[in-house]
């Protein structure tokens, strides 16, 4: 990595304040149909995810595993990350990463749906595929917001995307907790299947695009999926 050269332009230097910077990102979000279908779509998800952290210590009592269970759930959800980080590069470049996007909201919809079922070989099977499908979704949404993104924006459309999503997450976690001393855990998770299935709709009816990789210097092209019904906006 030392050896390598590379050449690319001193950027712009602004004196912006904290909450201008972060604005001009999410005009950016707001403008582009695609990021912007896909910023509300994950922060249903991140929503989702933050009722996550409570749920399955009830989940665990549905099984009648002991709280130190968690760990043996948190290994197959590890299997299952390491064989999706392993692969997500070359999906991304097979079926482009907006498709994959929705294919890994549809997964974790699913695996959150079949850990309702109060049976050890089903849960421990739906947290593996929650596990492939976290980096799938992470890769994904960052490679979305690379591609239709300058350079000069990143850094703001970065954080007014991470303050978007981060935000519903810390707050779901406390939410989660209150609704799993109040209701029984297969009703919470029924609500996040359907959450999830919200947010897995939204992004579908999004225009799925692939980019094509551009030449040194070159914005990336962007090719429309032929089967795609909907002309999402750039």
């Not at 950027?11 to 604005?23: C, H, I, S, Y």
């Not at 303050?163 to 939410?175: C, D, E, K, N, W």
Request: charged share 15%.
């Amino acid at each position: 990595m030392a050896l390598i050269h590379h050449r690319k332009p001193r950027p712009e230097r602004l004196t912006l304040t904290f909450r201008r910077e972060v604005a001009a990102g999410a005009v950016h979000l707001r403008r582009s149909a695609l990021l912007r279908r896909m910023s509300v779509a994950t922060v249903i998800a991140m929503l989702m995810f933050g009722f996550a952290e409570s749920v399955f210590f009830a989940v665990l009592d549905g099984l009648g595993e002991p709280v130190t269970f968690l760990g043996v759930l948190a290994t197959f959800q590890g299997v299952g990350a390491v064989a999706s980080g392993v692969a997500v590069t070359a999906l991304i470049g097979r079926i482009g990463e907006v498709r994959l996007l929705v294919g890994a909201l549809a997964g974790c919809a699913v695996a959150v749906a079949l850990c309702a079922l109060p049976i050890l070989p089903v849960v421990l099977g739906a947290v593996m595929v929650f596990g492939a499908a976290l980096p799938a979704l992470i890769v994904s949404t960052v490679t979305a917001l690379q591609h239709r993104t300058p350079n000069r924006l990143m850094g703001r459309v970065s954080a007014a995307f991470d303050l978007a999503t981060g935000l519903p997450y810390v707050a779901s976690i406390g939410v989660g907790a209150l609704l799993v001393a109040t209701l029984d855990y297969q009703v919470i998770l029924l609500g996040m299947t359907v959450g999830l299935a919200v947010a897995t709709a939204m992004r579908r009816c999004g225009c799925p695009l692939r980019t094509t990789p551009a030449a040194p210097g070159q914005p990336p092209r962007r090719s429309r999926a032929p089967s795609c019904p909907v002309r999402a906006r750039n």
